[in-house]
């Protein structure tokens, strides 16, 4: 797979003396990305050695090129303007639009090798891939090859989103401080055409939001916080999960393809939180959240695919998750030597969730069924050496989860409900080091030194659904600051 990443922005900031010191800012954005897949080929076998075969059940191999082009264009403005309640300039009004507009291109064109019982047939199944598919069998009566029809299924999304808003933020007494607003957004997306079986579907999404919050702060002291938070958030389908096109990830057991029923999410948030500073660069919180989903995005296995089986997005009918979150980040000043420029982070999180699936999709579930992708705990931990005089620093950073629901399985047929994936726990080690030599910085870091092989097991039993190695990744970085 071959990716780009291409993002601009002008911006700009204007003082308004004559408007009560009032400020102007505004900013245009134009991004593109680009997703190449220009020769994808798989190939099934069952079994393994010498005796492993092509698997003649199904396609056992599919070619694909899939072509994806991204373009993005955005433009916002904001005007505040300082006012005075109790101070001079001491609160403020804030209003602002945005406007982006975002085209999508999808070409795909697939093929499959169908490998019919005919004399020769047995024995070209025993083949390794390079071989079985060498030209003297694909396109014979050994190895047939046809258009794909449920696979590669291009299509075009125009999606526009329109936003305005307004805030305030004004303090109510001297220790406490009110920042609340409104945000209209009228969303839509539309004409993503799939082409299946030489007809076009075009599909048509609107959706108008109010997106309220409101964030209340009160000083205990001068070094300790009590905040308090509502809002309200949604998350909306990419165009590929209304899509007919399917997809099937190299390793995975399962195509994923896209759902032209399912609709967007709505989320109200609460959150509670207490925060102390002892001294500059130092914290310890505890946090509380509630979160009310309506009609969640999840995913869950619902049909027969050319892969075996098939994973669709699709709406459960409500889910809740609450939690309490713990931070603490400490210098460790009180080493000896050099070692007094370390410090230690650690974000702890408990979690509890729930969800209510629809008994038609995804069959009877169990009652207090967790919701995807939520690990009970989540563990961070960071170590971190910083040296001003010589601009170095060294950071190791710590990361756990728990067991959490990748997908949910869902009525393959009447009296069928496969069990639901459980992605396996693991931790995971990463490092950066980097220096700074005047305007230069230089950086050099490591993902997953400890390669944590991800594991998928069927809920209820030690059965492994797929594994696979993810390697470490080494990045290098370069920055120069010309300013």
Request: hydrophobic share 35%; aromatic share 8%.
């Amino acid at each position: 797979m071959e990716r780009s990443l291409y993002q601009s922005q002008l911006s700009g900031e204007h003082s308004l003396g004559f408007l009560a010191g009032s400020r102007f800012e505004w900013k245009g954005t134009f991004a593109r990305a680009t997703r190449d897949e220009p020769d994808n080929r798989q190939a099934k076998y069952n079994g393994t050695g010498p005796t492993a075969s092509l698997n003649n059940n199904r396609s056992p191999s599919n070619f694909a090129v899939r072509d994806l082009r991204d373009r993005i264009l955005t433009g916002q403005g904001d005007l505040a303007i300082p006012f005075a309640l109790r101070h001079t300039g001491d609160a403020q009004i804030k209003v602002g639009g945005l406007y982006r507009d975002k085209k999508r291109i999808f070409n795909s064109t697939g093929l499959t090798v169908e490998l019919p019982n005919v004399p020769g047939s047995t024995e070209v199944a025993m083949l390794p891939p390079e071989q079985a598919f060498a030209p003297e069998n694909v396109g014979t009566t050994i190895l047939l090859v046809q258009q794909a029809s449920q696979i590669n299924q291009s299509y075009d999304a125009f999606e526009h989103l329109t936003a305005v808003y307004g805030m305030a933020d004004v303090p109510l007494l001297s220790r406490v401080r009110l920042v609340g607003g409104v945000r209209l957004e009228d969303w839509r997306l539309y004409n993503v055409t799939s082409v299946a079986a030489d007809s076009t579907i075009s599909i048509i999404r609107r959706n108008r939001d109010p997106l309220w919050s409101a964030n209340l702060t009160i000083a205990v002291t001068d070094v300790m916080n009590l905040r308090l938070a509502g809002f309200r958030s949604v998350t909306r389908p990419d165009p590929r999960d209304i899509s007919l096109d399917q997809y099937l990830p190299i390793g995975s057991d399962c195509s994923i393809g896209g759902d032209t029923s399912v609709v967007r999410t709505s989320t109200n948030n609460l959150d509670a939180r207490w925060e102390y500073y002892p001294r500059a660069g130092e914290i310890f919180a505890i946090s509380g959240f509630y979160k009310k989903f309506d009609k969640p995005l999840v995913e869950s296995v619902v049909g027969s695919g050319g892969a075996g089986c098939i994973v669709l997005p699709a709406n459960a009918e409500s889910a809740r998750s609450y939690g309490i979150e713990l931070e603490a980040r400490r210098g460790l000043d009180f080493l000896p030597g050099t070692l007094r420029n370390l410090s230690l982070g650690i974000n702890a999180t408990i979690l509890n969730s729930d969800v209510v699936l629809d008994t038609l999709r995804f069959g009877r579930k169990k009652a207090g069924l967790d919701l995807q992708g939520q690990s009970p705990f989540l563990l961070n931990a960071s170590l971190t050496w910083v040296n001003p005089p010589t601009r170095t620093s060294i950071s190791l950073l710590y990361n756990y989860f728990g067991d959490r629901i990748a997908r949910y399985g869902g009525t393959v047929a009447p009296g069928v409900i496969p069990p639901n994936l459980i992605e396996s726990g693991r931790s995971s080690l990463d490092a950066k080091v980097s220096q700074s030599l005047g305007a230069l910085k230089m950086s050099l870091g490591a993902t997953n030194l400890t390669n944590r092989q991800p594991r998928f097991l069927l809920e209820g039993t030690k059965l492994v659904s797929r594994t696979a190695p993810v390697g470490t990744t080494w990045t290098l970085g370069l920055t120069y600051d010309v300013f």
